[in-house]
């Protein structure tokens, strides 16, 4: 037990900032929430792990900051109208989880968490998110999805698939979609790729279809508690109203809400299946010899860790074996990665809010990725894919945005895919 | 403790002076909004800060917050500041000595932006560096290109080269490199009234930055130590060393945690030791016998760093708390100890021969070497400090609560016996206020030899809970009672503190004698304004009679328990 363990424990979203007490005033100002971890530190010029201090450079933007504005407004040092800026510090945070990594494994405190709690009580208060938020916020209340799309089109991208209807019939698996995958025709191929690999493997899969809601991921980490609440509950009656066993899931924040979020509820039932990544479900049917890569994919990539997909949930090896599995990829890591990867700029709202600082951040990874030597960033999150691939058009470069699937599917034999 | 609803309100810059400001570093990097000023306010281990939130005293709050990018900007920030008399303080992280107490509106210059490693020079061996650089981002780019800046101290990322230039600096393999302060070739510094000094050889234009004396009187030597109050570095050339290690440090083998599992017992999984480096622990039966045995070691000639690590192993090397404190109860790792780090900086054959010199003078003197015979669990336990006392990481986790007080004084290494009986007197006579405190009375105090052993840092802390105000006030009188320890015994300057401190400065005129009243005449001479943190290395005259009474009582009580006259 560690000494902030010790404390009455709670679920994650039933705190507030007084359970925060003593880690915020605690806070050592060591600074490691905004730096690499030191001794995996290779070079000056990719030290830092906090995206917005390393755009802002003024301390509110990072962890530490984070944690002393929350120690001001605890303790009534001052109110909100006192400092309208803070919402800004608050949401240009990627909720990448670094700052909490390093904290947690140094000074045993919560950065991130008291961010995230932070943002609920300014959205209790009536003063968060930002705008750009509430709109997200209302398309999900109104079409269970955070893209204003009609719930008929939830499906779309199966059209040509061959994928059971849970609600026809039944499957062993589940494969939950995602908003973003569903609704975006450019990654749509994701989806298509993941039911076509796991059909071939021979896993008997199946979709809600129409049916399936957003995961509530987005509202979670924007603060919206009592949205976030309903989803969790909705999604859990749902899902455990299919019977099956085994989830499974492309999209990290997803991944991160079934898996890790929910159980942080209060209030509300246990989902009864188990949540995979698919990089863990392509991992095991790697393993289990249900998938081989006859082809050859002569390609030099490089592996970009979604950070709620690594850092949050630790999937960092089950995605580069199966990299590693496939014949002629050259797997080469940049300087950041696993629990000190940089994030892509896309996560906690910030793409939606603040795009120019999202895209940045990309632009910064991109440069790492290009430094490793790679020709292509392969990764596995809608969010990274699309914030990363937007900034490498417009830097117009030639190096590729792959998803994991992508790189699988070449590596297939086309009578089998 | 004030009502706790009540608000804090900072004060602000004049429109004229916020304006000025703006049109050095533009729109973007000047800032005055509440919740940025909050930021820069409640430093790290400074006690007094907390105190200072916790009665919601408003003076801890700077006016605004400028960040410079290049010795321009800073020269351009200075002379407005000089122009109003707007007192500034030079901001890094907010570790210790950044605190603006002064009562009128005050300048935070913070460096984030100068963050540039400007040069290593491989053939001559240094690097120079903008003010922001810290230890872990010099030591990777150097040990890429085999060499080494001698180590790390306390906090890899924390810590910066330039700020380390305002007080002594020193890091876990002091033996052989010695101190930051004997590694220092040059510095361009922006002095507090706005003019540029380059010290060194830098100073003759194009004549190379090679050499730490430049014409005339030593320069360096005059700012170092001074806690920013004689001017702001804004370039600072370091020395390198030899490196034999890897180009990076490796995977620790237990791999990579997650958020999720960060806690799991696998991935506080010990590093194996570096290549061409080897620790060796060596256990004593008393304090004696290891001072005895530190002194030989490092009068010898071997080894590249010599350490006791006191209580800091509990810290270091527990997983948790819980274990931290049992390990202290049940004294898990030895009163008395060191280690020796050893290194093959010259052939393959050094650790060998070294290794052989360091058993022969345990032999000689006493001792047992921690081994696979001899209480091994103990060393496997110890072998977080494989990469900490080579890239200071702070081994698993620091399983402490707030750090607020430290003795932190240098001296002969037998005065570590007077650090220990007197540091257990204080916790007689006070009471502890949690049990890790009793690292340096029951355990031996964490004990640096440096420089080759001609003298020694001893170091023992308090740590009371930050929400406490009380636990952090009994902390901080522990630090006045240790000023006044350290000045009876003649300890020695703290490193840290105690003559580079107010109101330590003045209220200890035996350190010197009378070194506050030079370091006044001083004052007045690079900083005729008073604008350069004003009071935080030497009180103006002026100053001093301003100080707060109470504070003056306290000090001198503390002088009483010790014997020692009232100051007034």
Redesign the interface.
């Known amino acids: 037990?560690?000494?902030y363990?010790?404390k009455p424990h709670k679920k994650f979203f039933e705190k507030t900032l007084e359970d925060y007490?003593?880690s915020i005033?605690?806070?050592?100002?060591?600074?490691?929430c905004?730096?690499?971890?030191?001794?995996?530190?290779?070079?000056?010029e990719y030290?830092e792990i906090c995206p917005a201090?390393h755009e802002f450079?003024?301390?509110?933007y990072?962890g530490?900051?984070k944690m002393?504005?929350a120690?001001?407004l605890l303790?009534?040092?001052?109110?909100y109208e006192?400092?309208p800026?803070?919402l800004k510090?608050l949401y240009t945070c990627t909720t990448c989880?670094a700052c909490?990594?390093n904290c947690?494994?140094?000074?045993?405190k919560e950065p991130?968490q008291v961010n995230e709690t932070l943002r609920a009580q300014l959205i209790k208060d009536g003063i968060g998110p930002m705008p750009e938020h509430k709109v997200l916020i209302k398309s999900v209340k109104n079409y269970d999805n955070p893209w204003m799309q009609p719930r008929t089109q939830r499906d779309r991208w199966a059209r040509k698939i061959n994928i059971k209807n849970i609600e026809k019939e039944p499957a062993e698996t589940l494969f939950f979609v995602g908003c973003t995958v569903a609704f975006d025709n450019t990654q749509w191929h994701v989806a298509q790729n993941t039911a076509t690999i796991m059909t071939q493997a021979g896993v008997d899969l199946g979709m809600l279809g129409k049916k399936e809601i957003c995961c509530g991921s987005p509202i979670a980490r924007i603060g919206d508690r009592d949205t976030f609440f309903d989803l969790a509950k909705r999604n859990i009656d749902l899902l455990n109203a299919t019977g099956v066993k085994e989830i499974v899931t492309f999209c990290p924040g997803c991944f991160k809400a079934l898996s890790?979020d929910y159980c942080e509820v209060p209030d509300v039932p246990k989902l009864n299946a188990t949540v995979y990544h698919t990089s863990q479900y392509f991992d095991r049917l790697i393993k289990e010899g249900k998938l081989t890569f006859p082809n050859d994919v002569s390609k030099r990539v490089t592996w970009h860790d979604p950070c709620h997909m690594?850092?949050?949930?630790?999937?960092?090896?089950e995605p580069r074996r199966v990299l590693e599995a496939i014949s002629g990829i050259d797997l080469v890591e940049m300087e950041r990665i696993?629990?000190?990867s940089w994030c892509c700029g896309g996560g906690g709202g910030v793409r939606t809010a603040f795009m120019d600082f999202a895209q940045k951040t990309a632009i910064k990874r991109i440069g790492e990725a290009k430094k490793s030597g790679a020709e292509a960033i392969v990764t596995s999150c809608p969010f990274c894919e699309q914030n990363i691939g937007d900034a490498l058009n417009s830097m117009n470069d030639e190096m590729e945005i792959l998803d994991l699937t992508d790189v699988m599917v070449k590596a297939m034999d086309k009578r089998e895919t | 403790m004030s009502d706790s609803k009540q608000k804090v309100i900072q004060k602000k810059l004049p429109r004229e002076v916020y304006r000025a400001l703006k049109n050095v570093v533009g729109e973007k990097w000047i800032h005055e909004s509440r919740s940025v000023v909050e930021t820069y306010s409640k430093l790290s281990i400074e006690g007094a800060s907390f105190v200072k939130k916790h009665e919601k005293d408003p003076h801890v709050l700077p006016a605004c917050v400028v960040l410079p990018a290049t010795t321009d900007d800073v020269q351009a920030i200075v002379k407005i500041c000089n122009r109003y008399s707007v007192p500034f303080v030079p901001f890094t992280n907010g570790q210790v000595f950044c605190n603006p107490t002064t009562q009128d509106p005050t300048l935070i210059i913070h460096f984030s932006r100068m963050n540039r490693i400007i040069k290593v020079d491989t053939q001559n061996m240094s690097a120079t560096l903008e003010p922001y650089v810290d230890y872990a981002q010099l030591q990777a780019e150097a040990m890429k290109r085999g060499l080494w800046n001698g180590g790390t101290p306390l906090a890899t990322t924390v810590c910066k080269m330039a700020s380390q230039f305002a007080f002594a600096g020193l890091w876990q393999t002091d033996l052989k490199y010695g101190l930051l302060n004997r590694n220092i070739i040059s510095v361009k510094m922006v002095l507090p009234d706005g003019e540029i000094l380059s010290t060194g050889s830098r100073c003759i234009p194009k004549a190379g930055d090679f050499w730490e004396y430049g014409p005339g009187p030593d320069l360096m030597g005059l700012q170092r130590s001074g806690l920013g109050t004689n001017g702001i570095v804004t370039e600072i050339t370091v020395k390198l060393h030899a490196w034999v290690g890897d180009e990076a440090l490796p995977e620790i083998p237990g791999g990579r945690p997650s958020l999720k599992h960060v806690h799991d017992a696998k991935y506080d999984s010990p590093p194996e030791p570096l290549k061409n480096h080897k620790l060796l622990w060596i256990e004593f039966e008393d304090l004696d016998t290891q001072l005895k045995a530190m002194r030989e070691i490092a009068h010898s000639g071997v080894a590249i760093g010599l350490n006791a690590t006191g209580v800091y192993s509990a810290f270091y090397c527990s997983q948790t708390q819980e274990m931290t404190v049992q390990r202290c109860k049940e004294h898990f790792f030895p009163d008395w100890n060191c280690y020796v780090i050893l290194a093959n900086t010259t052939s393959d054959q050094q650790i060998p021969y070294e290794e052989k010199v360091v058993r022969q003078i345990i032999d000689e003197v006493g001792g047992t070497f921690l081994s696979e015979d001899y209480k091994p669990e103990v060393l496997e336990a110890l072998q977080p400090w494989n990469y900490d006392c080579i890239r200071h990481v702070h081994g698993y986790r620091m399983n402490r609560k707030f750090y607020a007080n430290a003795w932190l004084p240098v001296g002969p290494l037998e005065e570590a016996k007077t650090v220990s009986r007197e540091w257990k007197k204080a916790l007689d006579m006070f009471g502890e206020i949690d049990i890790t405190d009793r690292g340096g009375a029951d355990d031996t105090p964490f004990v640096y030899a440096l420089q080759r052993g001609h003298f020694c840092l001893f170091e023992t802390d308090n740590y009371p809970d930050p929400v406490l105000p009380d636990e952090i006030k009994k902390a901080q009188g522990y630090g006045l009672y240790g000023a006044a320890v350290v000045t009876k015994y003649d300890l020695g300057p703290q490193l840290m503190a105690f003559v580079n401190v107010e109101p330590f400065t003045t209220m200890f005129p035996e350190a010197g004698p009378n070194a506050h009243l030079f370091m006044r005449k001083l004052r007045k001479v690079f900083d005729p304004n008073s604008v350069a943190a004003p009071g935080r290395q030497v009180f103006t005259e002026e100053e001093w009679q301003q100080f707060p009474q109470e504070v003056k009582s306290a000090v001198n009580k503390m002088r009483e328990l010790n014997g020692m006259e009232p100051v007034t």
């Open positions: 037990m560690t000494y363990e010790s007490r003593d005033w605690g806070c050592a100002r060591c600074n490691w905004q730096n690499h971890w030191g001794w995996n530190v290779k070079s000056a030290s201090f450079r003024i301390f509110p990072s530490m900051g002393h504005i120690r001001a303790e009534g040092d001052f109110d006192d400092a800026e803070i510090f989880g909490e990594m947690q494994r140094l000074q045993d991130l890790h690594g850092r949050h949930c630790g999937i960092y090896d696993k629990d000190q």
